[in-house]
């Protein structure tokens, strides 16, 4: 166990490392990961950007529930994954962090440059004039807009999720646009269906090429966007460390996985790479990280 964390630590300590994290690495946020190793399934499907743009009632249905689940995600504050990234970073061993996370958390620990590869839950744009105002903002407007819509809920699940009947959401009143007066409003968040800008992929791509390691935190690599990226390192020869909880579509290019919880695995890499960083209790007694399974991969 504790070879791993040594493992895992000596690649970092090299430097050039890029962060590619996903999902995994907010649960301890208390964000929900859907296709994490509680296997909570999706209640609902992801909303996609055709429906979201083309039909009034599904747009209406996910406001009517984001306005609800959304604040969880406001709320959450970073953790120990995500401070452990920071303080790499400010060390100088990271060198960019590419997140699929839409959560902002990376940025509220203190990390620089990140690239929010699917956007931010907390802006919001006009798909007509293109301007971006901040998601608070909007709440305040719909709140305005639905006074005691709150009150109207049904059931809210531990995860955020809402249950809402077709005539709460019916009810609901969505605003627009206050620049052009006439804008469709979206979360400023790649759906499913809608492609990653092209200039955000390249910024990518230009990391990840640069890097002498790519580092994969909390991902499955289900989704193209981000696994695209652990295929262009795998092909230029530098070295994919996964690590996550759970199997990944990107095991298959590991030199090396970790199958532990993130928030206690990254800030042992700190202690063992950061000069200076606090030693936590129990630390180099014996790996007091519970690693669940290792996997290392030859090559
Ligand atoms: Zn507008």
Request: charged share 20%.
């Amino acid at each position: 166990m504790t070879e791993t964390i040594d493992a895992l630590a000596g690649l970092v300590a090299a430097g050039g490392v890029v962060v590619l994290s996903g999902a995994g690495l907010s649960t301890e946020s208390g964000i929900p990961d859907y296709r994490g190793p509680t296997g909570v399934a999706r209640r609902h499907p992801p909303m996609t950007y055709q429906a979201f743009t083309r039909e009034p009632a599904a747009r209406r249905r996910y406001w009517a529930r984001s306005h609800l689940g959304w604040r969880m995600v406001a709320r959450a504050s970073p953790n120990d994954g995500h401070r452990a990234v920071a303080r790499l970073q400010a060390a100088g061993l990271v060198d960019g962090v590419i997140t699929q996370n839409v959560d902002g958390l990376h940025t509220a620990a203190g990390s620089t440059g990140v690239v929010d590869l699917h956007g931010r839950l907390d802006t919001v744009v006009c798909l007509r004039c293109g301007d971006r105002t901040s998601r608070e903002e909007l709440d305040r407007r719909l709140v305005a807009a639905n006074p005691g819509f709150d009150a109207t809920v049904a059931v809210v699940n531990p995860d955020g999720d809402v249950e809402l009947d077709e005539e709460r959401v019916a009810a609901f009143r969505l605003v627009d646009c206050t620049r052009c007066g006439a804008g469709m409003l979206k979360p400023d968040v790649v759906f499913f269906g809608e492609t990653v800008p092209a200039d955000r992929v390249s910024r990518c791509f230009a990391m990840v090429d640069a890097a002498r390691s790519l580092l994969v935190l909390g991902s499955s690599l289900t989704v193209w966007s981000g696994r695209r990226f652990v295929l262009r390192a795998a092909k230029l020869g530098t070295a994919v460390v996964i690590a996550n909880q759970g199997v990944t579509r990107g095991d298959g290019y590991a030199a090396l996985r970790v199958d532990a919880p993130l928030g206690r695995v990254l800030p042992q890499v700190v202690q063992r790479v950061v000069a200076g960083a606090d030693r936590a209790p129990g630390d180099g007694v014996g790996g007091s990280v519970p690693v669940v399974a290792v996997t290392p991969v030859a090559g």
